[in-house]
């Protein structure tokens, strides 16, 4: 059991399922004129079970998903690993002048967004 994996791909198509549902269970998309009206809440109600199941599933999923390398991460090639190595090892903090200014420029941000106004 420790070295079962989920595929992202079979999530992703879980998930997208369960939004499909979602929004005929949410009402944001109407059964109105695709089924019966009399069948309307039995589907309703059969797809908030099928909704809460599907994420009940997702969340248990989630666990054996990662972490890891897949479709949208790939592991980093050993050259691009001995550069982020290098530029993590070489990274130097911000001088004391430098910090002063990142913070006055965000309390002036902050009060432009309190006066009503956009950053």
Do not use: C
Not at 2 to 18: D, E, G
Not at 75 to 91: G, L, R, Y
């Amino acid at each position: 059991m420790r070295n079962l994996k989920i595929s992202p791909l079979s999530l992703t198509v879980i998930l997208f399922i369960t939004d499909v549902f979602q929004g005929f269970t949410s009402g944001t998309v109407h059964f109105t004129h695709m089924i019966p009206d009399a069948w309307i809440p039995y589907a309703t109600a059969w797809l908030n079970f099928i909704v809460f199941v599907n994420l009940t599933f997702l969340t248990i999923f989630a666990g054996f998903a990662g972490p890891g390398v897949g479709p949208l991460a790939k592991a980093p090639t050993m050259a691009e690993a001995k550069d982020i190595v290098a530029q993590a090892v070489s990274a130097k903090p911000p001088t004391t002048a430098e910090t002063k200014q990142i913070a006055a420029e965000v309390q002036q941000i902050v009060a432009q967004v309190k006066d009503g106004g956009s950053p």
